[in-house]
C-alpha cells in the first residue's frame, strides 16, 4: 500500500523566517519516486521537485531545500527566509517506479501562510 | 511554461443539471487526468487517458464521464449533477513517453450544486 503522510495541516510564520514542512510516506516497493507541488491561490499545483528513492542527496535550488532521508522514509521540505509569494499549500507526493502518473498519491497538503 | 486551461473557473448550478467541464492543453501531451479536490484531502485521481480514444477511470469512483476524441481537449461530463458532486476538479496533463513524470495542472474548476 501506498501512503503520504503531511501530519501538519497549516502553517503560520513571519517573513523571513525558515519553514520546514513535514513529509511521511509508506511504500513495500523499493524503487519509488517523491515529490513536492505547490498550490498557490491561482488553483493550479505547480511542479517543484521529484526525486527518485536511490538519490538520497540533499537538494538545494535557491530558497528551497529538500531533505531525502529513507531511514526514517521522510522527504522534507525546507523554504529560507520566506516570502508572501511563498504562501500556498504544499502536497507531498509518492509515486512507485514505473508507473504512469494515474499511480500518484498525494498527501493531504500543508497550508503555509507567510505574514508581512 | 505550463499550457493547459480549464473552464470555467466558477461555477455554481441547481441540481439535475447537466454540466461539461472544459478542458484543453497546447503541449500536445498524450497523458491527460482529471482530479478531485475537496478542503483539506488529498487529490484524488477520477479519470485518465493515455490518448485518442483512451479513457480510464480513476481510484476515485465518480458519476462523472470523460471523453477524448481530440489529444488536446479532455471535457469532464456531469450528466445529472448532485450536492455531493460540489468540489474543486483540476485537470492535469504529461509527457507522453515518460514514466514518473511530473504533472502540468489547470487552475481548476470550482463545483458548488445547490
Known amino acids: 500500500a501506498q501512503k503520504v503522510t503531511q501530519a501538519q495541516t497549516e502553517i503560520s510564520v513571519v517573513e523571513k523566517e525558515d519553514v520546514t514542512l513535514d513529509c511521511v510516506y509508506e511504500?513495500?516497493?523499493?524503487?519509488?519516486?517523491l515529490f513536492w507541488y505547490k498550490q498557490p491561490p491561482s488553483g493550479e499545483l505547480v511542479f517543484l521537485i521529484r526525486r527518485n528513492s536511490f538519490d538520497e542527496q540533499n537538494e538545494i535550488s535557491g530558497r528551497y531545500s529538500w531533505n531525502f532521508q529513507k531511514s526514517t522514509s521522510s522527504f522534507n521540505f525546507t523554504i529560507t527566509a520566506s516570502q508572501v509569494v511563498d504562501s500556498a499549500v504544499y502536497f507531498c507526493?509518492?509515486?512507485?517506479?514505473?508507473?504512469?502518473?494515474?499511480?500518484?498519491?498525494f498527501g493531504t497538503g500543508t497550508r503555509l501562510t507567510v505574514i508581512p | 511554461e505550463a499550457d493547459i486551461y480549464q473552464t470555467p473557473r466558477y461555477l455554481v448550478i441547481g441540481t439535475g443539471k447537466k454540466i461539461t467541464l472544459e478542458c484543453s492543453q497546447t503541449m500536445g501531451h498524450d497523458k491527460m487526468y482529471w482530479y478531485q479536490q475537496d478542503p483539506g484531502m488529498e487529490l484524488h485521481l477520477i479519470h485518465y487517458?493515455?490518448?485518442?480514444?483512451?479513457?480510464e477511470k480513476g481510484d476515485l469512483s465518480s458519476e462523472s464521464t470523460v471523453s477524448r476524441i481530440r489529444t488536446e481537449h479532455f471535457p469532464l461530463t456531469l450528466e445529472s449533477a448532485r450536492p455531493s458532486h460540489t468540489s474543486q476538479y483540476l485537470c492535469a496533463s504529461s509527457e507522453s513517453d515518460r514514466m514518473n513524470e511530473k504533472l502540468f495542472f489547470g487552475s481548476g474548476t470550482q463545483l458548488s450544486v445547490l
Open positions: 487517458s493515455y490518448g485518442v480514444n483512451s479513457t
Open positions: 507526493a509518492l509515486s512507485p517506479h514505473g508507473r504512469g502518473a494515474n499511480n500518484l498519491f
Open positions: 511504500t513495500r516497493d523499493t524503487t519509488y519516486y
